[in-house]
Each structure stands twice: as C-alpha cells, then as structure tokens.
C-alpha cells in the first residue's frame, strides 16, 4: 500500500494568496484527519471526516480555513487568504475504524510544510 | 479539561543506555493511551497503544509502555536506546466520550550520544 500521499510537499507563497493542501488516505480507511504542527503549539487537530463527511470542525482556526473531502479517497484543505502566521506542517491521517469507533492507529502522511512570506 | 502532558522537552541518551519517556493524563475515566514517534522530516508513525487488559504493552522497534491507573501515567520506555531512536515521541490520548479524536501531547525530543 502507498499509504497517505499528501501534496504538495512544500510551499512558500505570499500573504493573501490562496492555498490548496491536498491529502489521498489509505484505501479502505473510513476516518481522515487534517492536524497542524508548529513549534509553539505542537500537533492541533483541524478537522477530521468520517465516511466523507465533516464530524468535527471545532479546531479549524478561522473562516479562512476551509477542508473538503469530495470522495473517500481524497481530501482537500484550503486557506484564502493565507496569512505569515498560517506557516506550519499540515498533516493528513487517516483510520481505518468505521463510523463511531476508530481505532486511534492513525497512518499520517509525510506532511505539506507551508512558508507564507 | 482533558489533557496529556510529557513534561520532558529534551531527553538525552547515551546509546545502549535505558529510556524512560514520561506521560500523564487528565480525563475522567481510562481513555485508550498511544505513543507515536516522528522521525525528523516524516510523519509520525504508532508505536503502541493500550486499550485494556495487560497494563504492560509491547511495541515495535523494542518498546514497551505500561499504564498506572494510581498516576494516571502512561510512561514509554526502552531498555538500551540505539542512535536510530532519535526522533521526536508523541504521547496521545483518545477517550471516545470526547468524540473520537486523539488529543497529543507537547512531545519530547530524544537525543542519542554515541
């Protein structure tokens, strides 16, 4: 197995531009999952989607930050507009639990690094 | 509120030498305990978990956690540290009354010296 392809692997872009992480999970995992890693507040889960569908939003940052997963087998997360402080290593996981019951195994991707100058 | 804290920031280790990296956490009932590492650059990677039974849980790469429900403790430990262990250890902790969702420590950076 591939295991959890995440694209790009770096960015740097300018504030105020637009930005689109995109994340392919595990085939057959039901449960994806977008944390955020910065040196001073460590690993921050974002979203996380169960069989497609949002289950919890609560640490989405701001309406800047937008995540959708159209299909079981990819995901995207997006920043418009991006901003300095947006800098971090996003990472998508997924899980292979059904509805209700993960398992906690997460299989994380290599992480998209963000530079937002 | 729920939390994990790993109070050691920084841990150095000579090679061959035992490991301890401690663990606790704040939850209202015994939640399922894991210990993740992530090798520089790379994603992190699951080395245990512990949902019940045994409180002594065996990982990969020859490590080993135990669970103490007294200290609400979840303490990771190798007995001799090879120079490949060197990597950042995530404790996390999961309690399906919080929706799910893993909830991770600060980290704890191990050092190696040969």
């Known amino acids: 197995d591939a295991g959890v392809i995440q694209s790009p692997r770096h960015e740097v872009t300018e ?16 449960s994806l999952f977008w944390y955020r890693q910065t040196m001073m507040r460590g690993l921050e889960l974002l979203i996380y989607f169960n069989n497609n ?27 418009q507009p991006s901003e300095p402080r947006d800098s971090a290593v996003y990472f998508c996981a997924s899980d292979s639990g059904r509805a209700g019951s993960n398992t906690g195994e997460l299989f994380f991707g290599e992480g998209s690094r963000l530079t937002v100058l | 509120a729920q939390s994990v804290t790993q109070p050691d ?9 035992s490991l301890e990296l401690r663990c606790n956490y704040s939850y209202g009932a015994t939640p399922y305990l894991f210990w993740y590492v992530q090798s520089p650059g790379q994603g992190l990677q699951l080395l245990l978990k512990y949902f019940s039974g045994d409180t002594l849980v065996q990982g990969i790469k020859g ?52």
């Open chain 1, 53 to 79: 569908v949002p289950i919890d939003d609560s640490g989405m940052p701001e309406d800047r930050f937008s995540a959708k997963m159209p299909n079981a087998s990819f995901s995207t997360l997006k920043i």
């Open chain 2, 63 to 114: 490590f080993e956690a135990e669970f103490k429900r007294s200290q609400s403790s979840f303490n990771l430990r190798k007995p001799s540290v090879h120079w490949s262990d060197a990597a950042e250890y995530f404790c996390a902790v999961d309690a399906p009354e919080y929706g799910n969702k893993l909830v991770f420590g600060a980290g704890t950076i191990l050092r190696v010296k040969s």
């Open chain 2, 9 to 17: 920031i920084h841990i150095t280790v000579s090679e061959g030498a």
């Open chain 1, 15 to 30: 504030m105020g531009q637009e930005v689109t992480l995109r994340c392919k999970p595990i085939s057959g995992h039901n």
